[in-house]
């Protein structure tokens, strides 16, 4: 194909955007590729056009979302008046709600916010605490301040982080009950905007170097080395981005997978091990309630350790990583793994922002309950890792029993979440006592179950198939949450992008594929940088709620690209195996030279198209299995001609973005279960304990089954999309219920906090209340739940790392784990239950103990604390 036929054709087209061998167009923007090492864009967010002055904003007592119902906002339109705006008194809880003006916000406008918070100090100063309007208290002990939370900047809606903005905290500086806040709105330093130009000034020749016909995948490929290059701290651990300081234990590890582990090796291994504690165990350096074991996607870190031995072949490397992941595992399996389902337990892997991916009504412990694709994908191949690693050890027990381990992974998946009707996995198992499936899409564990082979051929095809692709790329979940701004919800992130193009490169969908190539040219040619995220909606880097350039995981898929797809490279334990996929769209003689594979250096030339090898010498000769065995050493030359064959399947599911209805609130009332009517909703899906019950256009239910119920309701568009399942509510008799008070069962009870239900609580931690052990009567054999209602004010919900964990048993058989998450920094009143253990009890006395020991151990290390109530044992079957 001639250069001057390139120019002028598309390599890709749709209704939003175009690229071509030397530009990508996207309404009126514009990136010219100008040479291999020179692009310029001249790009505009729309977030920058026209800011709306009708703005919609709610309170947050303690950083909470906890003043009205999801989707129910303060509205107010902003008048400029002296200069500046102010809204009226609002009274906490009571919704302000102006008309639209449809006026645009004028440059660095001043808005003052104000709140009537004299209802709120009342019920402080008469009762001790306020009560919510989903009936929560809040201790007036554990009040730390109100703030507000938004869509238009500086405001946010990040609840969990809204405590770290000064300008978002409402004062009350003279005492009358109101509090106040003033900000900048439209500050035009606040304006997001990217370079318009770039131009290659590092140099990258260290790198294997690629060329092709292509102008811009060879520019965007020298873009994201020179990005790499950049993306090394001082002290040679890997950046995770240009605003995200430091190593992250699950973005360095994709990273590494995608291609850091050949590029880069020795700065991998020296990151890998950054995130590893004394106890030579993997970090969980980040996750919802205290990290782990709310968040158990760690052992990402396994695979990226044995990608970077296959990369170098370091055999001290490989017993070390052995060592590590061995320990990590056998914790794992004693914390999270669920004897019942076969599968994993905690948070989603990567999607670690609770709303962004979970209902709102689940707390810390519902997380850690729910069983996640992408998360139990990542143990699968953990455990296939550990297997393959001790085989090479030659530990053959070690090896057997880790790939037993991923078989139970890979069955459970399979079994419990893989939907028929959809063509793909559902997104998580989640509920309390009885589990359900959410059938939302979840983009990284689609492509990973087909990455490490957990989905069998003919389901491969079908996810490639069937899963949901919108305008501008695949979304981290489809369909999105309503009320949530983009972030992991309606977005698209490069990164999982590439892992979504191998998955679909693997099952030989050559239009997934092409789609997938444009969807991560498109924003690196217009931003000029390898951005983390932007919007699903409208393509732009802006709108969501935070984003960084430089962005590690998103470089690395960028490179891999080259490395992975079109020349297919894949490394074995000992060996480099070549599977190369070119889309007929990029055919052409293509060059990737200055390859380095432990002891050699391979250059490389490839011609065609296709999937599949015509002919593949190396040095002059027919290498007829692809291979280059890894004790290759010296320069040698590779030429690779492809069959000019398409792939044969090529059905993908492009659909408009779309967004489900709000989870519905639901109340029971003696045998009645109501809720409150979802605008939109044609009708309510009733479950319980966790299969489907009934349907009904009404907005009640009349329960007629005595026995234990767990109840959920889910409601129903138009077109059939089912919301997130409301709060389980749970209708049981007296009678199935026991408490006891912790408090009778240690040596010391504690009353100097609020909100206990008995004569005090006991404080459990590594050193006083090691073992708790509460004897029981049962008056009747049956399947029992066992929790605990706990406190534990050693951090906010999202971050930090003092998840208290313990194990449970009964008449000394180990029955489970009990997690007790953070639940607010300094908020020692605020009362939740734990995750809860089934277990089946006969008739008579039994010994319930709560210990501690040292596989409970959370990413602390020295804190490991929790405020016990009471424990119950409730009758469930």
């Known amino acids: 194909m001639t250069m001057h036929i390139l120019a002028q054709t598309p390599l890709y087209q749709s209704k939003e955007f175009s690229v071509y061998h030397d ?61 500046k705006s102010i809204t009226p008194i609002i009274k906490f809880g009571e919704q302000l709600k102006e008309a639209a003006s449809g006026e645009y916000l004028q440059p660095n406008t001043s808005l003052t916010i104000r709140l009537d918070m004299r209802e709120v100090q009342k019920q402080f100063n008469e009762k001790g605490y306020f009560t919510t309007f ?77 060329k092709s ?24 651990t890997f950046r995770t981005g240009k605003e995200w300081a430091g190593v992250w234990t699950r973005d360095i590890s994709y990273s590494i997978i995608l291609s850091m582990a050949h590029l880069q090796p020795e700065v991998a291994k020296k990151s890998l091990l950054r995130k590893v504690n004394k106890k030579k165990r993997i970090i969980q350096d980040t996750g919802t309630g205290g990290a782990y074991p709310a968040s158990t996607d760690r052992m990402i870190w396994a695979v990226a350790a ?83 690693m001790a085989k090479l050890l030659k530990h053959p027990d070690v090896a057997t029993k880790h790939a037993l381990a991923a078989k139970k992974i890979k069955d459970g998946i399979n079994k ?82 590439t892992y979504w193009l ?88 293509r060059s990737l030279t200055n390859f380095k594979y432990r002891n050699a250096i391979l250059n490389i030339e490839m011609e065609g198209y296709g999937n599949g090898i015509k002919s593949f010498l190396v040095d002059g000769k027919e290498n007829v299995k692809h291979v280059i065995p890894g004790n290759l050493k010296g320069a040698h030359s590779i030429k690779i001609i492809l069959n000019n064959q398409q792939g044969t399947g090529n059905k993908i599911n492009k659909v408009t973005n779309y967004f489900t209805l709000p989870a519905p609130n639901i109340a029971l009332n003696g045998n009645e279960l109501s809720w409150g ?55 049981v008799s007296n009678a199935a219920v026991q408490t006891y008070d912790a408090e009778k069962y240690a040596t010391k009870a504690i009353h100097n906090y609020k909100g206990f239900t008995g004569d005090g609580f006991i404080e459990i931690n590594t050193s006083e209340n090691r073992t708790v052990t509460i004897p029981v009567n049962i008056a009747e054999d049956g399947v029992y739940v ?9 951090g906010p919900t999202n971050t930090e790392n003092k998840c208290a964990i313990r194990t449970l048993s009964v008449n000394g058989q180990q029955k489970g784990t009990l997690v007790f998450p953070q639940r607010g920094k300094g908020e020692w009143s605020n009362w939740g239950y734990s995750n809860a253990v089934k277990v089946f009890l006969k008739k008579g006395d039994h010994k319930v103990i709560l210990f501690f020991e040292d596989a409970n151990d959370n990413m602390n290390g020295d804190i490991n604390q929790a405020m016990l109530d009471n424990m119950r044992v409730i009758k469930i079957n």
Not at 58 to 68: L, Q, R, V
Not at 431 to 443: L, T
Not at 553 to 563: A, D, E, K, T
Not at 786 to 794: E, L
């Open 416 to 497: 419990y979440l893989w939907l028929p009707d959809k063509g793909y996995y559902g997104q998580f198992l989640y509920g309390r006592n009885f589990k359900m499936v959410s059938p939302r899409s979840e983009a990284l564990g689609e492509a990973l179950c087909i990455v490490f082979g957990i989905a069998d051929d003919k389901k491969a095809k079908q996810i490639i198939a069937s899963t949901p692709l919108t305008a501008f790329g695949i979304n981290c979940i489809y369909p999105n949450i309503p009320n949530i701004p983009p972030y992991h919800n309606n977005a698209v992130w490069p990164f999982v992008q």
């Open 677 to 731: 009517a979802i605008a939109g909703a044609k009708k309510y899906n009733i479950s319980k304990n966790g299969k489907w019950l009934s349907q009904t256009g009404d907005t009640k239910f009349s329960i007629t089954d005595k026995n234990y119920g767990e109840y959920t309701v889910t409601a129903v568009d138009e077109n059939g999309v089912e919301s997130f399942a409301g709060e389980p509510v749970v209708s």
């Open 786 to 794: 066992i929790d605990f209602r706990y406190a534990n004010g050693n």
């Open 306 to 388: 044995y990608e970077v031995y296959k990369a170098t072949g370091d055999k001290d490397w490989l017993q070390l990583a052995y060592t590590i992941i061995k320990n990590s595992i056998e914790d794992d399996m004693h914390n999270v793994y669920d004897a019942e389902t076969g599968m994993v337990k905690g948070e989603s892997s990567f999607l670690d922002w609770r709303e962004q991916t979970y209902p709102k009504w689940m707390q810390p412990a519902d997380i850690f309950e729910s069983e996640c694709l992408g998360t139990n994908a990542v143990h699968y191949q953990a455990n296939i890792v550990l297997s393959e």
């Open 213 to 236: 016909p292509y102008l811009i995948a060879d520019a965007l490929y020298n873009m994201s080395l020179e990005e790499m290059i950049k993306a090394v701290e001082p002290d040679s």
């Open 23 to 83: 530009k990508v167009i996207q309404d009126k923007n514009e990136a010219k590729i100008l040479s291999q090492v020179h692009i310029v864009s001249n790009y505009q967010s729309p977030a920058n056009m026209f800011q709306s002055a009708d703005i919609s904003f709610k309170f947050a007592i303690n950083g909470k979302d906890n003043e009205m119902l999801s989707g129910q906002d303060h509205h107010f339109s902003v008048k400029i008046e002296n200069g």
């Open 502 to 589: 191998w998955a679909a490169a693997k099952v030989g969908n050559e239009a997934a594929v092409n789609e997938s190539f444009f969807d991560i040219y498109r924003p690196a040619a217009l931003f000029l940088t390898n951005k983390e995220n932007f919007v699903a909606e409208n393509g732009d880097f802006a709108g969501t709620v935070i984003n960084s350039s430089n962005m590690l995981w998103s470089l690395s898929g960028n490179i891999s690209l080259v490395h992975k797809v079109l020349f297919g490279i894949k490394f074995q334990s000992e060996s480099l195996l070549f599977q190369p996929y070119v889309p007929k769209v990029f055919d052409g003689k």
């Open 134 to 210: 989903k009936g929560d208290k809040i201790y007036k002990e554990d009040f730390k301040g109100v703030f507000v939370a938004g869509g238009t900047a500086p405001m946010f809606w990040d609840f969990d982080n809204l405590v770290n903005r000064h300008e978002l905290r409402l004062t009350d500086e003279d005492g009358d009950g109101i509090f106040e806040t003033t900000m900048i709105l439209n500050k035009q330093s606040d304006q997001k905007q990217t370079d318009a130009e770039w131009k290659m000034v590092k140099d990258a020749t260290a790198f294997p170097q690629y």
